[in-house]
Structures are given as structure tokens and as C-alpha cells.
């Protein structure tokens, strides 16, 4: 594994030259080339990763002790690299079994010794997706004690108090959860970082790919793993290209030069749907677009206002139009096919509602507010349609387009009057949702839970607080999903969080292509289950 030469990119281009020069264009037969946006990875250790594009990559060359299978993503958590599970009476301690005969990419057999090693690791380097692992009470004074291979096949967990077990185990599944080859990271050690320097541009798993090559906001090459334990994959290379606008992926797929395009717009979808040599798939994925009020801030947090914004909101007018066909009216804190999931819709639009809330509140003509939202052509639309029905309301409106990290930086610090923007699951279970928009222990500026989507907006919510720590506790999962039912019920007449809808992603492919699995709501892009 070494990072991207240009030689290799040579080689990799002219490979797909070599058989793109007839009138219908084709790439290598074991080769997937992939145009997608992949500027936004910052670092391939999965103790780190936490990005969309970083978290692709490392589905494919890592694997966890817990797994989906891409090819039924329904059925829940599976057996990974742990081959079986129990759990003690009291609920707190997780005795895995690992799996034989698997080897990482260097030929190293896996151990639980690995296992132990990487989720130390992850705790130990407190990087930003550590909380996933360190909310079960795990320490670096206590991992020692907490996390232990018994042997080379078991590994001990023990968790601080009781949890629901499908909350630990979906947690386990999570990037951060990745196993790393010890051996082969400690042979990169710089100054007792545990190979972090190295895999930051390398990886050291037992995936279905290995990584070739890769260059920051250009390309990375994947290279089959002949030893993945799962199956052979038909694809001995991925080849995936940075390629940021959305025309430019359209074009390179109707030219035959890539075999997928992920990031393409309504337009450009629009474009390739009569091309018989093209199909589009749909892939319900796990990310909430939404509007939020701060509570610090008068009128906003006066209730009658509140509900008068979510009456005022055009949701099934933008899906039809601005858009049409990647998001989908949903108005519930869980993504479609978590457990406990709400599919009410209580809120369309209706001026004549908002006004009259409005007039009862004592506010008709005297609400003005500054909408923040990342100056992205999509949130922008979103802000436009939102600012002309909330002005058809009586509601005065000035956007304030920002960088994301600008936007992001007023929000943290609860400085902003409403923001508009999306929210996207860390883990596979309903925790991760209901924590960050129903959870919010300690509403003091100081608190500085900037996690918590209701801390930011400073909602106090003490009892729904205590209902979601119940929550993550119940083990038997149909109590635990009407709890969460429940909870979104109350929160979406009581919030002052405007949920707006849920994101379809749309990818345009080849025709020849076929089992390409982008992850729906709960995982990131499988590679190995893809043929042409």
C-alpha cells in the first residue's frame, strides 16, 4: 500500500483509454470506475475517518465484529469478524467468539488479540468518532479492564451499566469499530502513535479490497483481497475518481469512461433517463434535512411560533419540483428502516394555519429572523422555497448563506436564529438520532454538548431527556421501538426542530452493471458484491 503515483494513475487511465476509443465506450471488464465527490476525506485511519467518501472507502477494505450483508441490509445486524456472541445475565459484559481462518491484506492471521488492539486504539486516540465507543463507559484508564482477549479467539467486553445489546452491537458495526492488523500497524509506530501517521494514508484490514493507491481530492485505487473471507470479488480493481461537478460525471458515464456516477443532480438525472445504454438506482439513504429554532431567542421560542414555521413549510411542493426524486417528505427524527421508526406526516402546508397561529401568539406582523444554510445549491433552493411560503405567513426572512464551517461554528456556539441543514446517523441504531435531537442533559452554555442538536438550539427537555436514556436501556426490541415511536410523536408537535424530509440517493450506472450497494440508511458502499 502506497500513496498515489502518478505512473499508477497513468497506468490505471491508459487501461481505461485502451478501450474507450470506439464509437461505445467501454472500461476494463474486472475493473469498476467509479465518478463521485471524495474531496472530503480527511484521514483513512478508521479511528479518525468520519466523513461520507472516508467511510466508503473503509467498508471495503476493513471489516468489524459485527456486519451487515449488503445483500440484505434488512435482516439487521450479522455475525462479522466476531462468528457468535453471548451476553451475561446482568447485560454489561459481551463474551465474542472470533472467526477462523481470516487474514488481513499482509497475510497475518486475525486474532483477538487484533480485535482488543483496535478498540483500545480508538479510545486511546480520542479523535472525533470516539464517543461511539467511549458512551458504554470505556477509558484510558480503564480499557485495560473493559476491553480483554481472553485467548485467541475471545474478546470481553464490558460495558459501564446496562444497554439495550442491539444498541452495542449496531455500535460495534460502526467505521470506528474497523479491526486493524496490530502487527502491521505497530510496524509503523512513530513515537507511541500506534501507526496513526501510516494509516492515516494506508490500510491494514481484512476487506474485500486492499488500498493501492491514493491522492488527496484526485483518485484512489482499491485491489482485490484474494484471501476476503466473505467471497471472491468479480472486481479485481475499483477505480474511483474525484470528479466535483455533477455535468462532468454525467458526461464521463454516457461516454462509457466511468460505470458509476454518485453525485449527480435532478437535471442531469433527468438527462440520461431515455439512454438505453444507462439506468438510475434509488437508495433510501439515512440523511434529515431539516430547520431549527433557537430557544434562546424570542419569538422562537414562544410555541404558537414554533408550530406556525411547520405549517408554513412547503414539503411535498419542493420534493415535486426543486428536489424531485432525491428527497422524500419525512417529518420523524429516525431515518426510514431504523427500528422505531415514524412514518406520520402531521405538517403540510397551510398558510391560513400559520397565520392564525401567528395572530394567537400576539406575533402577525412582527417576526424577522436570519436563516443560516451552507451556500450549496441544494440548501440554497431548499432556503429560497422556505423564505418565500414563511414570507406568505407574515414572516419576515433574510438568508445568510455561509461555508459549512462557518454555519457550523455559529450553530455550535448557539449564536444562530434558525438554521437549515441536514443530519446524518454515526451508527446503525435509533440511539444515534434520538441522543442527538431528544437528548439534552445540561442546557447551560457551559455544558458545551455540541453533539446534541436540542443543546444547540437550547431546548430544556428534562422529561424526554429521561425517556430517551430509557429508551437506549430496554432490551426487548418491540418495547424499544414504540418507545422511540412515542418520543417523535411528542417531539415533532413539541420541538422546534422543522423536519423536512429524508435523502434517495440517486446513482446513474452503466447498464452492465449490476449488485452495486450504496447502504440505504444504515451502511456505506459495498464494492465486492458488484459484477459487470
Not at 467511510?55 to 477494505?61: A, I, S, V
Not at 429508551?471 to 422543522?498: C, G, L, N, T, W
Request: hydrophobic share 40%.
Amino acid at each position: 500500500m502506497t500513496k498515489f503515483t502518478s505512473a499508477f494513475a497513468a497506468g490505471m487511465l491508459a487501461a481505461v483509454a485502451m478501450t474507450s476509443t470506439a464509437a461505445l465506450a467501454a472500461t476494463p471488464k474486472d475493473t469498476l470506475v467509479v465518478a463521485a465527490a471524495i474531496d472530503d476525506i480527511v484521514s483513512l485511519d478508521p479511528a479518525e475517518a468520519f466523513e461520507f467518501s472516508g467511510g466508503d472507502l473503509l467498508q471495503n477494505t476493513y471489516d468489524r465484529l459485527v456486519e451487515f450483508d449488503p445483500k440484505n441490509l434488512s435482516a439487521g445486524y450479522q455475525p462479522g469478524l466476531a462468528a457468535s456472541w453471548k451476553v451475561s445475565e446482568d447485560g454489561r459484559t459481551f463474551t465474542l467468539t472470533m472467526r477462523d481462518g481470516v487474514k488481513f491484506q499482509s497475510g497475518n492471521p486475525f486474532t483477538a488479540e487484533d480485535a482488543e488492539f483496535s478498540l483500545r486504539r480508538a479510545v486511546l486516540l480520542e479523535k472525533t468518532p470516539s464517543f461511539i465507543l467511549t458512551q458504554f463507559g470505556f477509558t484510558k484508564d480503564n480499557i485495560n479492564e473493559t476491553i480483554k482477549a481472553t485467548d485467541a479467539k475471545t474478546l470481553v467486553i464490558t460495558t459501564d451499566k446496562k444497554y439495550a445489546q442491539s444498541f452495542v452491537l449496531n455500535c460495534f458495526s460502526a467505521t470506528i469499530g474497523s479491526i486493524v492488523d496490530k502487527k502491521t500497524a505497530l510496524a509503523h509506530e512513530k513515537d507511541g502513535d500506534m501507526g496513526y501517521e501510516w494509516l492515516k494514508t494506508n490500510t491494514a484490514g481484512t476487506g474485500a479490497y486492499a488500498l493501492k493507491s491514493w491522492k488527496a481530492n484526485e483518485s484512489y485505487v482499491l485491489e482485490a483481497n484474494a484471501e476476503f473471507w466473505r467471497a471472491k470479488p468479480a472486481m479485481k480493481r475499483v477505480f474511483v475518481r474525484h470528479v466535483s461537478e455533477s455535468a462532468s460525471q454525467r458526461l464521463q458515464l454516457e461516454k462509457g469512461d466511468v460505470d458509476v456516477a454518485r453525485n449527480l443532480t435532478p437535471d442531469d438525472i433527468a438527462a440520461i433517463a431515455g439512454n438505453g445504454d444507462l439506468k438510475v438506482d434509488e437508495d433510501l439513504r439515512g440523511r434529515i434535512v431539516y430547520m431549527s429554532l433557537n430557544q434562546k431567542k424570542a419569538p422562537l421560542n414562544d410555541p404558537k411560533v414554533v408550530e406556525a414555521f411547520k405549517w408554513a413549510v412547503d414539503y411535498k411542493g419542493m420534493s415535486d419540483t426543486i428536489l424531485r426524486g432525491q428527497y422524500t417528505p419525512h417529518q420523524a427524527f429516525l431515518p426510514l428502516t431504523y427500528l422505531g421508526e415514524l412514518k406520520e406526516k402531521p405538517y403540510s402546508l397551510d398558510i391560513a394555519k400559520a397565520k392564525a397561529l401567528l395572530k394567537e401568539a400576539g406575533h402577525s406582523d412582527d417576526v424577522a429572523v436570519k436563516i443560516n444554510v451552507r451556500n450549496e445549491p441544494t440548501y440554497m433552493a431548499i432556503a429560497q422555497a422556505i423564505q418565500g411560503s414563511l414570507t406568505q405567513a407574515g414572516i419576515k426572512v433574510e438568508l445568510t448563506p455561509m461555508t459549512g464551517k462557518q454555519s457550523l461554528g455559529e450553530y455550535r456556539a448557539r449564536e444562530h436564529d434558525v438554521y437549515l441543514g441536514a443530519w446524518g446517523p454515526d451508527y446503525p441504531d435509533p440511539h444515534t438520532n434520538a441522543d442527538t435531537f431528544a437528548h439534552n442533559p445540561n442546557n447551560t452554555d457551559e455544558a458545551k454538548l455540541t453533539g446534541k442538536l436540542a443543546w444547540r438550539n437550547a431546548w430544556d427537555i428534562p422529561g424526554m431527556t429521561k425517556e430517551t436514556e430509557a429508551a437506549v436501556q430496554e432490551a426487548d426490541s418491540a418495547k424499544r421501538a414504540e418507545m422511540y415511536r412515542s418520543i417523535q410523536r411528542e417531539h415533532q408537535q413539541a420541538s422546534p426542530f422543522v423536519i423536512m424530509f429524508q435523502k434517495i440517493e440517486q446513482t446513474g450506472l452503466r447498464k452492465n452493471v449490476e449488485g452495486l450497494v450504496t447502504g440505504s440508511a444504515i451502511s456505506s458502499v459495498h464494492y465486492w458484491t458488484v459484477t459487470k
